[in-house]
């Protein structure tokens, strides 16, 4: 099974960057999808951004489109997520995950089997 484990969290000012990292560990990932999820507090857990890991194909949230840049380190089995433009609204715990079971609905949340303790972001206005 594969751990998975954020960085890289913490308060940032409206209109500045954030790079988030996630570092799996216990085997390597070679297939499926890893991805990103965030949850406001009183919100419901929302999709953020995946990464097909054999094709490196990108699928972005709708609400933080054209904000965001996932990207991945194959050496260092790692994930990193880039958000620019911060709003107080993107505050939130933010998640990574792995979908290794084959489904391509990288959007659900119910079809990542391994998830990281996730982190907090914090964007002050």
């Given at each position: ?9 913490g308060l940032v000012q409206a209109g500045g960057s954030l790079s988030l990292s996630c570092a ?102």
């Amino acid at each position: 099974q594969v751990q998975l484990e954020e960085s890289g969290g913490g308060l940032v000012q409206a209109g500045g960057s954030l790079s988030l990292s996630c570092a799996a560990s216990g085997r390597p990932v070679s297939s499926g999808y890893m991805g990103w999820f965030r949850q406001a507090p009183g919100k419901e857990r929302e999709f953020v951004a995946a990464m097909r890991w054999s094709s490196e194909s990108i699928f972005y949230g709708e609400s933080v489109k054209g904000r965001v840049t996932i990207s991945r380190d194959n050496a260092e089995n790692t994930v990193t997520l880039q958000i620019h433009t911060l709003k107080p609204e993107d505050t939130a715990i933010y998640f990574c995950a792995i979908n290794t079971r084959g489904s391509d609905l990288y959007w659900l949340e119910s079809k990542y089997d391994s998830w990281g303790q996730g982190i907090q972001v914090t964007v002050s206005s």
